[in-house]
């Protein structure tokens, strides 16, 4: 069975531009979550989406959003990106919106210039 | 609130060596807690975690931990360390009413020949 996938790999955006990383959970798993990992630094928690509503949110400002999509997978939107938003983005899926157990995908690394 | 303390930012050890990786944590309810590992350039695999019961856990790779709910920590052990254990090992507590994981800063384990 695949795990979490995410696309892209990799991506290199200009301060204010807009971008958008996708996710796809594990078959039979209907809650995304995404993380943001500085470097040097441990993942720190953005969204939750369970059954295409907002579950939970961290403490991030409104640049970043995120939806749901009927078949699960997710999008996570940073518009005007910053310096600081340089990272590894990393999304999880689990079986429930209370689930316990969180598998991780790969990440997609954002680098802004 | 929670939060998550790694007691060191990085562990030198030579290989078939004890290692001990040190986490505490703070919460006002009850949690689970986790620890993950990261190699190079890849998401977070789920090393162990404990829920309830024994308080020992035994987890994948060699690897076990304690939980101390009178200190609130949650120690990271193996007896006997490879060179491939090299990697970033992140502790994280998750709100049992809710699925969202506060991770610590992470601690860099190297082992060297």
């Known amino acids: 069975d695949a795990g979490v996938t995410q696309s892209p790999t990799h991506l290199i955006k200009t301060r204010g531009q807009h971008v958008t990383l996708r996710c796809s959970p594990i078959s039979g798993h209907k809650s995304v979550s995404w993380y943001q990992q500085v470097l040097g630094q441990g993942p720190q928690f953005i969204f939750q989406?369970?059954?295409?509503?907002?579950?939970g949110r961290g403490n991030f400002p409104d640049r970043f959003s995120a939806r749901q999509f009927p078949n699960y997978s997710s999008e996570l939107n940073v518009n005007a990106l910053l310096l600081g938003d340089s990272a590894l983005y990393l999304c999880?899926?689990?079986?429930?919106?209370?689930?316990?157990?969180?598998?991780f995908g790969p990440g997609t690394r954002l680098t802004v210039t | 609130a929670q939060s998550v303390t790694q007691l060191d930012s990085q562990v030198p050890v030579f290989e078939e060596a004890p290692v001990e990786l040190r986490c505490n944590y703070s919460?006002?309810?009850?949690?689970?807690l986790f620890w993950y590992v990261q190699y190079p350039n890849q998401g977070l695999q789920l090393l162990l975690k404990y829920l309830s019961g024994s308080t020992l856990v035994k987890g994948i790779n060699g690897f076990e931990a304690e939980f101390n709910k009178s200190q609130t920590s949650f120690h990271l052990r193996k007896p006997s360390v490879h060179i491939s254990d090299t990697a970033e090992y992140f502790c994280a507590v998750m709100n049992t009413n809710a699925g969202k994981s506060t991770f610590g800063d992470g601690t860099t384990l190297t082992v060297k020949p």
């Open positions: 989406y369970y059954e295409k509503e907002e579950r």
């Open positions: 999880a899926s689990s079986e429930g919106g209370r689930s316990y157990e969180q598998y």
């Open positions: 919460s006002s309810v009850s949690v689970y």
